[in-house]
């Protein structure tokens, strides 16, 4: 399943209960990485508790794995609140908001992950929440409708997307701080990485192999600390728990990774450009179809890192790979080079 995947930068079913959630840093301070994000959050509260208001309103976007559920808690824990949790398909309907919102306490953090994906009727119910911590309900129908007013204790909503050009425009304006999180660079994640290896325990592993494990880790903390897990069981397992970087190189090569962090889903989607058709461009509808995946999830899971990569370019006409993808497969260029192809 896609899902199980070790490199998707999705939570895997198993991180959810498990360890994943002791390596999250809890306070502002222990934050490594979105150094520009972290200013912005730092100014927000600090202001918020001078003023002893909520911070305002927050809509993060950017790719899975970045970390944007841990830094709601880690909001929430600089000011002393409760973080409440749901997404955008949990709110199927305006009385889902209504009981969510009565329970929060002043100042405490709503979360909402794929905000993208919350529903228009809903979407309604949100902006007097959110613009007067008030819910409008409206009751009976008809001749006798009438609207009642609820008020809510004045809270902090923290909005999660990977996709925010699904948002509304309304709702995209009624956020005060609107962040964009970036892929993080290779130094950040080892420091997360050295991080980690202390918190889950391991003797402080030499820097060049976590260095190793950060090169491989698309960008993503999630997958930084994932790959270092089964690194340590491998080195547990085969070297006396001692890591160095041949034991990182072994483990994950064991686990079907190169030296770019691509594994077996990316080199088939790849394999299957270059020789079946030929470099492209081709649909994504007929990759999907010869290697029997999902087209959701090849454009969700597996396209993102390509396209950073510079491996893949989406042209008018369909995918196709590019120079730097076809010199590390090996294969032919594409021939076709027209600028026309471009959108
Ligand atoms: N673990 C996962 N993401 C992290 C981050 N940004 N900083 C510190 N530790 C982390």
């Known amino acids: 399943m896609a899902t199980e995947r070790l490199m998707s930068p999705d939570t895997l079913p198993a991180e959810i209960e498990q360890a994943g959630n002791v390596l999250r840093p809890t306070r502002i301070g222990e934050y490594i990485g979105q150094r520009e994000l972290i200013e912005r959050l730092s100014i927000a509260i600090e202001a918020g508790q001078k003023r002893a208001e909520p911070m305002e309103h927050v809509l993060l976007h950017g790719p899975p794995g970045l970390g944007k559920t841990t830094l709601a808690h880690v909001i929430a824990n600089e000011m002393g609140s409760k973080v409440h949790a749901t997404s955008g398909p949990a709110l199927a309907r305006g009385t889902d908001l209504v009981a969510t919102l009565t329970r929060l306490e002043a100042n405490d953090v709503l979360f909402i992950d794929e905000i993208h994906r919350l529903p228009v009727a809903v979407e309604e119910f949100i902006y007097p929440a959110m613009e007067d911590f008030r819910i409008d309900v409206t009751i009976d129908s008809g001749l006798h409708a009438q ?5 809510c204790k004045p809270f902090t909503l923290i909005g999660a997307t990977t ?117 492209g461009p081709v649909g994504l509808e007929a990759v999907a179809a010869t290697m029997n995946q999902d087209v959701g999830t090849l454009e969700d899971v597996v396209e993102p890192f390509l396209l950073q990569t510079g491996f893949l370019a989406r042209t008018k006409r369909g995918r196709m790979l590019t120079k730097a993808a076809a010199d590390h497969l090996g294969v032919k260029t594409p021939s076709i080079n027209d600028d026309a192809l471009f959108e």
């Open 147 to 151: 609207t009642v007013q609820i008020k």
């Open 163 to 279: 996709r925010a050009g699904l948002l509304s425009a309304p709702l995209r304006s009624r956020f005060g701080l609107v962040h964009h999180l970036r892929y993080y660079e290779d130094e950040d994640l080892l420091r997360i990485l050295m991080r980690s290896s202390g918190i889950l325990g391991m003797e402080s592993p030499p820097e060049d192999s976590m260095s190793l494990i950060a090169g491989r880790s698309r960008g993503t903390p999630r997958i930084a600390n994932r790959l270092l897990r089964r690194v340590r069981d491998y080195a547990d397992v085969k070297a006396a728990g001692r890591v160095s970087t041949a034991v990182v190189e072994q483990a994950l090569s064991l686990e079907g990774i190169d030296e770019l962090g691509m594994d077996e889903l990316d080199r088939s989607y790849l394999d299957t450009i270059a020789e079946i058709y030929s470099g």
